[in-house]
């Protein structure tokens, strides 16, 4: 049975404001709610803005998303190695290294969220496959302990936090 994030005895620290951006639902529903097509709710939106920033030294959109896919690769990655009882502390990423190291203005929004929906499919699975003791297991990142089930609401509050500010700063340049 899928258990919602309310559940969970504590949030954890830093992460907290991605869990709180997701309704308090069972984590496979929040999942079935939430797909990257339902968060990025306007692709044509995106697709208008996709190589642009509202500011210098900003991401574009498509750097975004590939921040969203890659983060997701990552929290699935720390999931995966919790869910199976590794102990092993697990290394933080540096976000920025990553968003100077794609291909992405060689890409459109539509692969981007092609590429998306694909690792999401894979999450989905891996999170339906874990049972309560596996989602309540706990490990070590950088910034703290987290549980395997935080991770499943991290992965979608993360998305839903980043379509938020593209609604915020990116959105208004259309109208400018």
């Known amino acids: 049975m899928s258990q919602k994030w309310s559940d969970m005895p504590e ?12 309704d308090d639902l069972p984590l496979n529903e929040a999942f079935e709610l939430n797909t990257p097509h339902d968060i990025m709710a306007d692709i044509e939106k995106l697709k208008a803005l996709e190589d642009k920033i509202y500011a210098p030294e900003k991401w574009t959109v498509k750097d975004i998303l590939q921040h969203i896919i890659d983060t ?14 590794d102990k092993t502390v697990l290394p933080g990423f540096e976000e920025d290294d990553f968003a100077k190291n794609t ?12 590429e998306w929906e694909s ?9 339906k496959s874990f049972n309560t003791e596996m989602l ?11 549980s395997v089930l ?8 993360h998305a839903k936090h980043h379509y938020q500010v593209i609604e915020e700063r990116y959105f208004p340049m259309l109208t400018a």
């Open 136 to 146: 309540q297991r706990t490990g070590e990142t950088f910034a703290s302990n987290i």
């Open 119 to 127: 690792v999401r499919a894979g999450s989905r699975t891996l999170f």
């Open 150 to 157: 935080a991770l499943g609401f991290v992965i979608i509050g």
């Open 72 to 85: 997701e690769r990552i929290m699935i990655y720390r999931a995966l190695r919790f869910g199976r009882n």
């Open 11 to 22: 949030l954890p620290e830093f992460f907290d404001r991605y869990i709180k951006k997701v």
């Open 103 to 114: 291909n992405v203005s060689n890409r459109t929004i539509d692969e981007l969220m092609e």
